[in-house]
């Protein structure tokens, strides 16, 4: 059965304050770990997509990195502005076909303090 | 660019009521889904489709219905609204590249109370 498991729940840091999210998976055949920002009463918003271990996608603060068993999303001198939910998902193996759904890890809550 | 488009945004429905919320894509994708989000339980597949006329169950389909007869809508209905369906849902596309999944678009979701 797929799995995918965030930690830690919430995160508060200062302005400034580098640190790291984590998305541990378990999945057989592994096609794609996503990577959402969501903001309250809004919809995901996606960030990266990562394909193979080693793999590393950057945007502004955010760098998003992969191994055979984990994500991490690292967050460098992050700003307010940052606060949201973050998500990780991984395409969903069960029933025969891993296209259009996604098994989600329950999402990391990080607060930025000015 | 519209990209995915629920409604409506917020029902309050009656115990035994059935409702459909509406989702529409425009960017000609081949896959949708239906979502559910509840507080510390994160997104739960509710039910997908991998094209026109086909729909499948996802990891809570139970009183819900799904059907597909165009690329661009994805309906979900509720049978017989019961509290335990009081929840966010987010309806997503998506389309594959050379068997590898690409990012799902999510629309800004329906946040449904049943009293």
């Known amino acids: 059965e797929d799995q995918v498991t965030q930690s830690p729940e919430a995160l508060r840091l200062q302005e400034g304050e580098s640190s790291s999210l984590n998305c541990s998976y378990t999945v057989s055949g592994l096609r794609g770990l996503f990577w959402y920002r969501q903001d309250p009463g809004k919809g995901p918003e996606f960030l990266f997509t990562l394909y193979s271990a080693g793999e590393e996608k950057e945007k502004e603060r955010l760098k998003a990195t992969l191994t055979k068993k984990e994500s991490f999303l690292h967050i460098t001198a992050p700003k307010p502005e940052d606060s949201a939910t973050y998500l990780c998902a991984v395409p969903s193996n069960a029933g025969g076909t891993s296209y259009g759904k996604l098994t989600f890890g329950q999402g990391t809550i990080l607060t930025v303090h000015p | 660019n519209a990209g995915v488009t629920q409604t409506p945004k917020f029902q309050v429905l009656k115990t035994g009521q059935s409702m459909t919320l509406q989702c529409a894509q425009d960017?000609?994708?081949?896959?949708m889904s239906w979502y559910r989000q509840d507080p510390g339980m994160g997104l739960r597949l509710i039910h997908y489709?991998?094209?026109?006329?086909?729909?499948d169950q996802g990891e809570v389909p139970n009183g819900y219905n799904v059907s597909r007869s165009t690329t661009e809508d994805f309906p979900l209905r509720l049978l017989s609204a019961a509290p335990s369906q009081t929840s966010v849902y987010f309806c997503?596309?998506?389309?594959?590249?050379?068997?590898?999944?690409?990012?799902?678009?999510f629309g800004q979701g329906t946040r449904l109370t049943v009293v």
């Open positions: 997503a596309s998506s389309y594959s590249v050379q068997e590898m999944n690409t990012e799902a678009f």
């Open positions: 960017m000609n994708h081949e896959y």
């Open positions: 489709s991998v094209g026109a006329g086909i729909t």
